[in-house]
């Protein structure tokens, strides 16, 4: 049974950083393509980066230049280091895996291609 296991959330002031770390294990294939997403209260899911078995990736327009996504395949683990954190930033963040090959672009924006999802870990920026 795969699961997902985020960590590293909190509370930070703008300007702060976090790393969000997901925990991948129970599967024996590959995941080609893994993504981070977030949602407010209120407001629809959104694609924050993908990231490709190759290790192409991509961002919304929000994160670019702030956030990156990058994974360590031999520790099974997807990562989310955000810097000059804003108080928009503020959302519930979720991981998302899946063992079929993607298009990074569309798959970010499109969280129903996703088959697997962590519990999500809770990020607030207070300004």
């Known amino acids: 049974q795969v699961q997902l296991v985020e960590s590293g959330g909190g509370s930070v002031q703008a300007g702060g950083s976090l790393r969000l770390s997901c925990a991948a294990s129970g599967y024996s294939y590959s995941m080609y393509c893994m993504g981070w997403f977030r949602q407010a209260p209120g407001k629809e899911r959104e694609g924050v980066a993908a990231i490709d078995s190759l290790g192409r990736t991509s961002y919304a327009d929000s994160v670019k230049g702030r956030f990156t996504i990058s994974q360590d395949n031999a520790k099974n683990t997807l990562y989310l280091q955000m810097n000059s954190l804003k108080p928009e930033d503020t959302a519930m963040y979720y991981c998302?895996?899946?063992?079929?090959?993607?298009?990074?672009?569309?798959?970010?924006?499109?969280?129903?291609?996703?088959?697997?999802w962590g519990q999500g870990t809770q990020v607030t920026v207070s300004s």
């Open positions: 998302a895996a899946e063992a079929r090959s993607c298009y990074v672009d569309l798959a970010r924006k499109l969280p129903g291609f996703f088959g697997y």
